[in-house]
């Protein structure tokens, strides 16, 4: 079979990767294609001249500039304190900021109310009633989420200081502020451009965040706009003006992180770092354990609230409820599909980046693929949903009697890009090894796929897990479609929350960060094999 794809004869086993990647463009396409024809000059006049529309976005602005910039301060001096400072506990920190990571937004926002809400710990303890519902309390959740991605990206950037370095800066006799100032500050400077704008877009487009904590319209934004419009106002030409100014700002974000943000470098263990010698002092420690003693207090308190109601009668009766069983049921419902969606796509990808990887001509795909896949991340969930009903709509289709399949596709798509991120190091790693091999052997297709699937089935176990746990913990486009009979463990979480059932929001929480786990677990060791569990 002649292809002029690659300018010679194609394995008919590509045709399903070419498959999947169209199928993945042409929808994209068509739902951006379709919230442009829903405009006009007057719908943009419009909205584009109501001031609170000009607020929503000046807020948006300024929360995530804010949430960005105290991320950034608290993350910079607790990451040089992390590499310098060994003591007990430090590898439990370490996991405290892994679990952060992916630890659902539902649940770590109950555990902030539990703790700085108004009858919370801080006000039962001190008598002082915080502000939590309002740009305070989106500051602090946003800080909660992203000062441990900020440390990660920075622990990066530090490993790559040279050894000669640290035996030149301990022979010199350097202090700990000379070896920061001279040493480690250049190396972390260059990734704080990337960090901060990567926050920043995050924090721009959060919405569980600014949905819980919000506190009403004064601290709202655009991605809080969109769910309204579409959600109560069944306003759609407002709803899509919204999505696509909100694109528009994210592609500029977008276009400067890709233009200031440091190369890639693979992701390491952060308990093999080694400690390097310099001139100690006891304010240096004192400092060094202040900084320590801030991310715990940020981190730590919230976790402690989430699991606490374990412990709690209320926790048996609400394990025991049929509507916390049906929200359990809708949850695996949708991730299960969407996590092997989102693995079909990226095998897609990985496919065709592969076999252009040897092409004359088509070298520079493998790349353009992945910055493809990683498109998402400028385009929120809200947004691909918006589209997707107007595209549904358009056909003939009733979005909300399908809402289940927009849910899981629209959940698939979110969590390509982490899912590219975790797959295409190690399929590509395979192929520049053994490439030559497999096409001596004349290995193509899903003989060779067997071969590989010892090396490569660890990383797909770790995608496949992220895909699981994005999933199951998504929140945003199931508040926009959800009904009475599609309701989730964050969105019933969420209801709980805004009727002022605390309480019982707590042991839904509980539920859904075990139900994480059990899925984790079960996900690495039946695609992982035992070594990985």
């Known amino acids: 079979m002649r292809l002029g794809l690659f300018g010679g004869r194609l394995d008919k086993s590509l045709l399903p ?34 001031r609170y529309i000009w607020r929503l976005l000046k ?26 400072r060994r003591f007990k506990g430090r590898d439990f920190l370490l996991q405290l900021f892994s679990i952060s990571l992916v630890v659902p937004s539902i649940v770590a926002i109950l555990g902030i109310v539990v703790v700085y809400g108004r009858s919370g710990w801080i006000t039962s303890v001190t008598d002082v009633e915080l502000p939590l519902y309002g740009l305070f309390g989106i500051l602090l959740a946003h800080v909660f989420f992203n000062m441990p991605l900020a440390v990660r990206i920075l ?16 022979q010199l006799g350097f202090s700990r502020w000379n ?11 260059k990734a704080l451009p990337g960090a901060f704008l990567l926050i920043f877009m995050l924090c721009f487009t959060s919405f569980a965040v600014v949905l819980s904590l919000g ?25 899509s003006v919204l999505s696509l100014l909100q694109v528009f700002i994210c592609t500029l974000i977008a276009a400067l992180v890709y233009k200031f943000a440091s190369a890639y470098q693979q992701d390491f263990s952060l308990k093999q770092i080694k400690s390097f010698p310099v001139k100690d002092s006891v304010k240096a420690r004192c400092l060094d354990l202040s900084f320590l003693a801030l991310a715990l207090l940020i981190l730590l308190p919230p976790f402690m609230a989430i699991l606490s109601p374990i412990f709690t009668p209320l926790f048996i009766t609400t394990l025991f409820q049929e509507a916390t069983w049906l929200a359990v049921w809708v949850s695996i419902k949708i991730a299960i599909p969407s996590a092997a969606l989102s693995l079909v796509l990226a095998m897609g990808f990985v496919v065709l980046a592969r076999v252009s990887m040897d092409k004359a001509g088509w070298s520079w795909l493998p790349s353009k693929l992945e910055y493809l896949g990683g498109m998402i991340l400028i385009v ?12 549904l709509r358009h056909l003939g289709i009733a979005a909300f009697d399908n809402a289940y399949w927009v849910v899981v596709w629209v959940n698939a798509v979110m969590a390509l890009p982490f899912v590219l991120r975790v797959v295409l190091p190690t399929f590509y790693q395979q192929e520049k090894r053994y490439r030559k091999l497999y096409q001596s052997l004349g290995l193509r297709g899903v003989a060779r796929f067997r071969l590989e699937w010892p090396i490569v089935r660890q990383s797909v176990a770790q995608a496949t897990a992220y895909a699981l746990l994005l999933s199951l913990g998504d929140m945003s486009v199931i508040a926009l479609f959800g009904s009475q009979g599609l309701t989730s463990l964050p969105l019933y979480l969420f209801q709980l929350i805004g009727s002022y059932r605390i309480d019982q929001g707590a042991c839904i929480a509980v539920i859904l960060v075990l139900l994480c786990f059990a899925l984790f677990s079960l996900c690495t060791r039946v695609i992982g094999g035992k070594p990985n569990a």
């Open 155 to 170: 622990i990066q950037a530090h490993n790559l200081i040279p050894s000669g370095q640290w035996r030149l800066s301990y």
């Open 59 to 84: 807020f948006s602005l300024w929360q995530a500039l804010l949430s960005s910039v105290l991320s950034l301060i608290v993350a910079i001096p607790v990451t040089s304190a992390l590499m310098h």
């Open 17 to 50: 990767a070419i498959l999947i990647v169209s199928v993945f463009c042409i929808i994209g396409i068509a739902s951006f294609v379709v919230l442009l024809a829903f405009q006009d000059v007057s719908n943009w006049y419009e909205t584009l001249s109501s």
């Open 215 to 239: 506190g009403g319209p004064k601290s709202s934004t655009l991605e809080v706009a969109i769910y309204q419009a579409l959600k109560f106002e069944f306003d759609i030409a407002k709803a």
């Open 380 to 391: 929120p969930s809200l947004v691909m949903a918006t589209g997707l009903f107007l595209l």
């Open 179 to 189: 070896v920061f100032r001279w040493m480690e500050w250049p190396y972390l400077r």
